[in-house]
């Protein structure tokens, strides 16, 4: 009996080992998007008259290419030989960062590599606002601000400055979820302190505003 003791007890230590070699192996991995891809027969007028503010969500994933198709329309580059983006920034500093809160954890949308770059494991959508009426929406994305790409400035002018932007890119994200029949609503009501911890962010990096898509509530 003494003799077996020490063997279930190295047992249990290679089991053990075994097991945190292995949840710590499946680490976060970037997410390579498929090539965007928009219907260009899509009326603009229809979506300007489509747009609207959606409170209600139904639970469901949004397929790759159309988190891709939404992330582009949102912010992507249109103009491959400029770097330049489909909304808007002052003296083109392009400061604001898209990051995306899915079900399996947070990433920061890489326009340039059309890729999103793990941030935080895990369902971190619920920090992304006070409210819960979009716990079950599929994407939460949270407008951040890094100051310190802009120009020297009072931290208010800069603020003011990346809010324009931030609305700029909402609008975009607005008319696409019209075009696409999604469901959006554009957020301010976030514990923005909470939020940046677990987005690790720096200082410079302020949180601007956040916006909710996903599957309508009546979609099935």
Same mark, same amino acid.
């Given at each position: 009996m003494k003799t077996r003791i020490p063997i279930v007890i190295a047992a249990c230590l290679v089991f053990s080992v075994c097991f945190l070699v292995s949840a710590f192996?499946?680490?976060?991995? $970037?997410?390579?998007? %498929? @090539? %965007?891809?928009?219907? $260009? *027969?899509k009326s603009l007028v229809q979506a300007l008259k489509d747009r609207k503010t959606s409170r209600e969500y139904s639970s469901g994933n949004l $397929?790759?290419? #159309? =988190? *891709? /198709?939404?992330?582009?329309?949102?912010?992507?580059? /249109?103009?491959?030989?400029?770097?330049?983006?489909t909304a808007p920034s002052a003296y083109?500093?392009? @400061?604001?960062?898209?990051?995306?809160?899915?079900?399996?954890?947070?990433?920061?949308?890489?326009?340039?590599? /059309? !890729?999103?770059?793990?941030? !935080? %494991?895990?369902? =971190?959508?619920?920090l992304t606002g006070t409210q819960s009426y979009f716990k079950d929406a599929a994407v939460n994305l949270v407008y951040v601000a890094d100051?310190?790409?802009? /120009?020297?400035?009072?931290?208010?002018? &800069?603020?003011?400055?990346?809010?324009?932007? #931030?609305g700029f890119i909402a609008q975009n994200v607005y008319l696409f979820c019209a075009s696409e029949g999604l469901a959006t609503v554009f957020r301010a009501g976030i514990d923005k302190p909470?939020?940046?911890?677990? +987005? &690790?962010?720096?200082?410079?990096? &302020?949180?601007? +505003?956040?916006q909710t898509v996903g599957l309508p509530k009546s979609a099935k």
């Amino acid at each position: 009996m003494k003799t077996r003791i020490p063997i279930v007890i190295a047992a249990c230590l290679v089991f053990s080992v075994c097991f945190l070699v292995s949840a710590f192996g499946q680490e976060m991995k $970037p997410i390579q998007l %498929p @090539e %965007p891809k928009l219907d $260009p *027969s899509k009326s603009l007028v229809q979506a300007l008259k489509d747009r609207k503010t959606s409170r209600e969500y139904s639970s469901g994933n949004l $397929p790759q290419q #159309t =988190l *891709s /198709n939404l992330l582009w329309a949102a912010w992507g580059i /249109n103009r491959a030989d400029s770097g330049k983006r489909t909304a808007p920034s002052a003296y083109n500093k392009q @400061e604001i960062d898209l990051y995306v809160a899915l079900a399996d954890g947070a990433y920061r949308y890489d326009p340039k590599g /059309n !890729a999103l770059v793990p941030v !935080a %494991p895990g369902d =971190l959508r619920m920090l992304t606002g006070t409210q819960s009426y979009f716990k079950d929406a599929a994407v939460n994305l949270v407008y951040v601000a890094d100051l310190a790409r802009m /120009n020297e400035a009072e931290e208010s002018i &800069k603020m003011l400055l990346a809010s324009a932007g #931030t609305g700029f890119i909402a609008q975009n994200v607005y008319l696409f979820c019209a075009s696409e029949g999604l469901a959006t609503v554009f957020r301010a009501g976030i514990d923005k302190p909470k939020l940046g911890a677990a +987005f &690790k962010l720096r200082p410079e990096q &302020k949180i601007t +505003f956040a916006q909710t898509v996903g599957l309508p509530k009546s979609a099935k």
